[in-house]
């Protein structure tokens, strides 16, 4: 296949394809114009051309300071522990990205004896260029991939986590006139029909994640937690994200990230009737101020005094409502009976 910079006649941009297959096939459900926005092997932006990072298009927690990581990866070690420290145990990612998260997981880990020891890494990724990007960055960690959160076994504990992973599922939305859909409208272009406001907004991609994640941990044991964005309530959460900037949804396809709230309570719902335990939902802030944010960010500090007002607007940033504090939200399911720390 061509690349998309180079289209041809036989290989058109997607925004070209997408409407030869509206014209052809109807408009689209929300879900299916996301997806090929973030997955069509030619022209998708995950697919073709993510760019993660302050020169990119969208900044993840991971990115502001390496303390995000790093309570994450104590959390990981204390939940090992509580798991009875098992020899083997699979340490999962979901949507890795450029690596950032697990490098730093992986470096605070080494602090609790016999845990990097016991890890074997797997990494869910769909993306070409993220896979190269994580060999990289996790190059003597020996990391294997996999395609879908349904293919990892479940013959060892596990210990998931995933950081705005779910926002990149599909969404399906309802207008008070029926399902909205992307057509195209009288001059080419592609438009919201019906064009009423957004009531109501589900998500099957999510729900599905939350029944494989709740049925692996129950049966496997072991915990999961992520970390997203979520605002409760009704209304239209579809956001386009392009060098930082909010964009029309329905702008440029493919060349911006493409994402929704997530739908927390019908997570973590199907999770726990999949057999799995669901602990109430956290605020980003007060979950890295449960894990010792503070103490970390001090210490951090004392020992690199010229930094010591970075790093305390990095934990801010993280923390306070202003920052992500709020917005995102830390969720999790372990196998019934195991406590997580920061939750219980
Ligand atoms: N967790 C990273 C990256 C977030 S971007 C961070 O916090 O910086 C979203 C990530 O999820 C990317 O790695 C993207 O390629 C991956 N992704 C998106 N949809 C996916 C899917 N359906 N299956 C597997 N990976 C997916």
Redesign the pocket.
């Known amino acids: 296949m061509p690349p998309e910079a180079g289209a041809t006649r036989d290989c058109p941009g997607l925004l070209a394809r997408l409407i030869e297959r509206i014209r052809r096939d109807g408009p689209l459900t929300i879900d299916q114009y996301m997806h090929a926005c973030?997955?069509d092997p030619r022209g998708g932006y995950?697919a073709t051309r993510?760019r993660?990072g302050a020169q990119g298009d969208?900044i993840?927690?991971?990115?502001v300071s390496q303390m995000f990581g790093e309570l994450l990866g104590l959390w990981a070690a204390d939940l090992w522990a509580r798991l009875g420290a098992p020899g083997r145990v699979r340490m999962i990612?979901?949507?890795?990205?450029?690596g950032?998260?697990m490098g730093d997981v992986l470096r605070a880990g080494r602090s609790a004896p016999g845990f990097a020891e016991a890890l074997e890494i797997a990494l869910?990724?769909?993306?070409d260029p993220?896979r190269a990007r994580q060999a990289e960055a996790l190059a003597g960690h020996a990391p294997r991939w996999l395609?879908?959160?349904e293919d990892i076994e479940a013959d060892l504990p596990v210990i998931l986590l995933?950081?705005?992973?779910l926002?990149?599922?599909p969404i399906r939305q309802q207008t008070a006139a029926g399902e909205r859909r992307v057509g195209v409208d009288g001059e080419g272009r592609l438009a919201f029909i019906p064009p009423g406001p957004v009531v109501r907004e589900w998500s099957p991609?999510l729900e599905a994640v939350g029944t494989a994640i709740g049925s692996l941990v129950a049966t496997a044991g072991g915990g999961a937690l992520f970390v997203d964005y979520a605002e409760p309530g009704p209304g239209d959460s579809l956001q386009a994200l392009a060098g930082h900037e909010k964009q029309h949804p329905l702008a440029n396809p493919g060349a911006a990230?493409l994402t929704a709230h997530v739908g927390f309570p019908a997570f973590l719902a199907a999770a726990g009737r999949a057999g799995a335990q669901p602990w109430p939902l956290l605020t980003q802030g007060d979950f890295l101020r449960r894990l010792g944010i503070e103490a970390r960010a001090a210490a951090l500090a004392a020992a690199n005094p010229g930094r010591a007002p970075t790093i305390a607007r990095q934990a801010r940033r993280l923390t306070s409502a202003d920052g992500m504090g709020q917005l995102f939200k830390a969720a999790c399911v372990t196998s019934p009976g195991l406590a997580p720390p920061g939750f219980s």
Not at 60 to 63: E, I
Not at 93 to 98: A, N, R, S, T, V
Not at 124 to 127: F, K, M, W, Y
Request: net charge negative; with cysteine; glycine share 6%.
């Open positions: 973030l997955h995950y993510p993660l969208f993840t927690a991971p990115h990612e979901l949507g890795p990205g450029d950032t998260l869910v990724e769909t993306s993220l395609s879908r959160v995933a950081n705005e992973f926002d990149c599922l991609a990230d």
